[in-house]
């Protein structure tokens, strides 16, 4: 029996040893396509193109910080919803991240790849197919 192609889940991190941990370890636990970007800039062009289901981004980065890019890429990715993974807690950011509907989740590290794959499963949108499972 065939299956539609899954959307892809993409990582953004500007820690590089992070997101390729991240990405290997969820690219073998979900089945569903996994991109990894450490440049926000580069990760933000792309995006039209890929249609990712979700989005999991750092917080703290360079030229862009994770709010931020949400912010700018839900219009160019309207069936998107976008996960932020913080190293401290994003509660005086309320108001900015309120203000981008597309967040449905920030997280505070340290998060095993489970909590990480667990809330993409919860959050998958369900105009981009069924979420992906755990293997």
């Known amino acids: 029996m065939s299956h539609p192609a899954k959307r892809p889940l993409v990582l953004i991190d500007d820690e590089q040893s992070f997101l390729d941990l991240m990405k290997m370890l969820l690219t073998e636990r979900l089945d569903c ?3 990894g970007f450490s440049k926000p800039l580069e990760a933000l062009a792309a995006l039209p193109g890929l249609a990712p289901g979700v989005v999991v981004s750092d917080y703290n980065m360079p030229d862009l910080d994770g709010l ?9 990715v309207p069936d998107t919803v976008f996960v932020i993974l913080s190293g401290r807690d994003l ?3 309320a108001a900015r991240v309120s203000a981008v ?3 449905r989740s920030v997280l ?6 489970r909590r990480v794959a ?3 499963i919860r959050v998958w949108p369900a105009g981009a197919g069924a979420p992906p499972a755990l293997r």
């Open 118 to 120: 667990e809330e993409i």
């Open 33 to 35: 396509p996994v991109i």
């Open 108 to 113: 505070t590290k340290p998060l095993t790849w």
């Open 68 to 76: 931020e890019l949400a912010k700018r890429a839900a219009p160019l």
């Open 101 to 103: 509907p597309a967040i």
């Open 91 to 93: 509660a005086g950011e």
